[in-house]
C-alpha cells in the first residue's frame, strides 16, 4: 500500500510564511513526480507546484516568486514552503504523487488526505 501524509497547514498573517510537507510511504519502487494542487470553496482544483524525479519544478503563476516545491528523495518527501501568503492563497492543499508501486508494472496517482491553509489578519 502507498499513501501520502500531508501535514503543516495552520492559521497565518498575510506576508507569512508556512512550510508544508508530504511523506510518501509504502510499497514504492519509483516516484516519478510529486506536487500541490489547492482548492477553495467554490473553486476547481489546481495545480500549484510540481517537482519531477529530475528535479525539474514547475509553478502556478499566481505563486511563482514565493512558494518553493523541494524534495528529499530519501525520507520520500516533498515540501511547499510558502512565503509572502496571501489571503487569496486560503485553500485546502493537497499532496499529489505519480508511483510506481512494488509488485505493479504500471504508475499511479496518490492524493493526500489535504491539510488546510488559511491566511487571515
Known amino acids: 500500500q ?5 501535514s503543516g497547514g495552520g492559521l497565518v498573517q498575510p506576508g507569512g ?5 508530504c511523506a510518501a510511504s509504502g510499497s514504492i519502487s519509483r516516484i516519478y513526480a510529486m506536487g500541490w494542487y489547492r ?5 476547481q482544483r489546481e495545480l500549484v507546484a510540481s517537482i ?16 518553493t516545491i523541494a524534495r528529499d528523495n530519501a525520507k520520500n518527501t516533498v515540501y511547499l514552503q510558502m512565503s509572502s501568503l496571501k489571503p487569496e492563497d486560503t485553500a485546502v492543499y493537497y499532496c499529489h504523487a505519480l508511483i510506481r508501486a512494488l509488485g505493479v508494472t504500471a ?6 488526505q489535504g491539510t488546510q491553509v488559511t491566511v487571515s489578519s
Open 39 to 43: 482548492q477553495a470553496p467554490g473553486n
Open 17 to 21: 510564511s508556512l512550510r508544508l510537507s
Open 52 to 67: 519531477s524525479s529530475s528535479d525539474s519544478t514547475s509553478y502556478a503563476d499566481s505563486v511563482k516568486g514565493r512558494f
Open 107 to 112: 504508475a499511479n496517482t496518490y492524493w493526500g
Open 2 to 6: 502507498v499513501q501520502l501524509v500531508e
